[in-house]
């Protein structure tokens, strides 16, 4: 099925991306939001698959994950979003366009939801406890039940999170886009809410008796976690003149 309106999920890891995807494929009115164009998609063979070219791939993602009413969702991260203009960029026929050009090609109606984190501290410390336990959600099983702290590591997350944001910032406010901002912290304490503003924004019909999915997931955070927020925080204040955070 081809939709007639679409939208990105613009998000940078551990915002709640696979949480809200969740919620909004469950209403069964936003399509399949889901990763589509992340970067091991290689355009000459972008599932290891049969579909020959990129331009192809985006075209079964279209059919494959838009939902009966015709709206198409996708989740894209800020580390992918300049390698998917690249290849978007490469199909026969947009070389020359402008990205906007481009995109209008195959996502009709696009809007823009920006998911973003308040606290970059705590989603740095998010992002290094799963990557060193395995458990990105409250559905997965920790590999590691032993994870250890790492100024360095945590330091590091930290400034890939802000050169990430910093890539949306720059796309949204070269092209003149105001996205749908959703805030993790907002989000996680009134889902349905959000999901309903949401469906909203994209102009998208809901039943007069819609009740908005409940969450399948859980938040994974613990005492843990912030035990090494405040000792990231006194550590990166180590030598300021003075601390303010």
């Given amino acids: ?136 959600s409250s559905l997965d099983a920790a590999d590691n039940p032993a994870p250890r702290y790492d100024f360095s590591a945590i330091d590091h997350l930290l400034q890939e999170i802000i050169l990430r944001e910093a890539v949306w910032a720059e796309y949204f406010s070269q092209n003149g886009i105001h996205p749908c901002v959703i805030t993790y912290e907002d989000f996680v304490e009134q889902p349905a809410d959000t999901v309903c503003a949401i469906l909203d924004h994209l102009e998208i019909e809901r039943p007069a008796d819609f009740t908005p999915p409940p969450p399948a997931f859980q938040r994974i955070s613990s005492d843990l976690s912030e035990t090494w927020v405040q000792r990231f925080r006194r550590e990166k204040q180590r030598d300021y003149w003075t601390q303010f955070w």
């Fill in 1 to 136: 099925m081809r939709p007639h309106k679409s939208y990105f999920i613009c998000f940078t890891v551990r915002s709640g991306s696979t949480l809200l995807a969740q919620l909004l494929t469950d209403t069964g009115l936003a399509g399949h939001p889901k990763e589509h164009f992340y970067h091991n998609i290689a355009p000459e063979n972008p599932r290891g698959d049969d579909i020959p070219d990129y331009r192809a791939y985006l075209e079964r993602a279209l059919s494959a994950d838009t939902s009966p009413n015709g709206v198409f969702g996708s989740k894209i991260g800020g580390g992918v979003w300049r390698d998917f203009a690249r290849r978007l960029g490469a199909i026969d026929g947009c070389e020359d366009l402008p990205i906007r050009a481009a995109l209008d090609r195959f996502f009709p109606d696009l809007r823009y939801l920006h998911l973003t984190r308040r606290n970059k501290v705590r989603q740095a410390v998010s992002h290094w406890l799963a990557i060193q336990s395995g458990r990105w």
